[in-house]
């Protein structure tokens, strides 16, 4: 049974994050460091564990900004690159701990047993190339982690099917464009929800922001953060202004306690 939670929010931006390369949008020129948003990701430490959802391609930065020194694994939603991106950056917690374990649906793995062939291959191994422990992600097949257990969520992100993870009184959900009143059922009861909110405008594989405030509504946390946030958003700080009182915009860095 874990202590308090503690959640770091690494990254909240969308797949280009914010800015994006060469953009002269207003919130891509924005000075306010809210306003700045790494690929998103989130760190989940408690008692002597540290576990990221997701490793994507800003995955180094975020753990020195963090002085991350230990890593306990990798939960994945999805395979996409802005999620997975990063692997190859555990190289210095695998030369110093071993074996890094790793949570995902089977093919997830499979596709990242493609795109780093060279951290899963077995014989004629290179040698600097890290290594990670498989565990198969299952819906409705809560796990460990730690001292302490997950409940897989299924979600789709257009008809991709994607994971989100519910940990005692948090869930953490992305990418998520429709979900089953089933799988609602395992976040209701929850304290602290995080969720996709990508634009104002309609999108075909995510929650804009009134489909995120709509979703807020039915599964009734006490409070929400929105993540997974594009420049067409807004300037956070006027975003932030017409939101209901219970839910707030994430932003990097940001540390809540559960």
């Not at 939670?5 to 994006?20: A, E, H």
Request: aromatic letters at 10%; hydrophobic letters at 35%.
């Amino acid at each position: 049974m874990m202590n308090k939670l503690r959640v770091t929010f690494l990254g909240t931006g969308t797949s280009q994050g914010i800015p994006i390369i060469g953009s002269t949008h207003p919130v891509c020129l924005s000075d306010n460091p809210k306003d700045k948003r790494l690929r998103v990701s989130v760190l989940l430490s408690w008692d002597d564990y540290n576990f990221v959802i997701d490793c994507g391609p800003d995955f180094r930065q975020q753990m020195l900004t963090h002085n991350v020194r230990h890593l306990d694994g990798i939960l994945y939603t999805h395979e996409h690159s802005d999620h997975t991106a990063g692997l190859d950056d555990i190289r210095p917690f695998f030369f110093r701990q071993g074996n890094i374990p790793i949570y995902a649906h089977k093919r997830v793995v499979e596709s990242l047993k493609t795109r780093f062939a060279y951290i899963f291959q077995e014989k004629n191994k290179y040698p600097g190339a890290p290594t990670v422990d498989i565990n198969l992600v299952k819906n409705n097949e809560p796990f460990k982690i730690g001292n302490s257990e997950v409940t897989p969520i299924n979600v789709l992100h257009n008809q991709l099917q994607v994971f989100g993870f519910r940990l005692g009184d948090f869930t953490y959900l992305t990418d998520v464009k429709s979900i089953e009143d089933k799988e609602l059922e395992k976040i209701k009861g929850s304290k602290v929800v995080v969720v996709n909110a990508l634009r104002l405008e309609p999108h075909i594989s995510h929650f804009n922001l009134e489909e995120a405030l709509a979703f807020i509504k039915k599964v009734n946390p006490d409070k929400a953060y929105l993540t997974h946030i594009s420049h067409l958003l807004g300037f956070h700080e006027e975003v932030e202004k017409i939101l209901p009182k219970n839910v707030h915009l994430a932003y990097d860095n940001l540390t809540i306690t559960i």
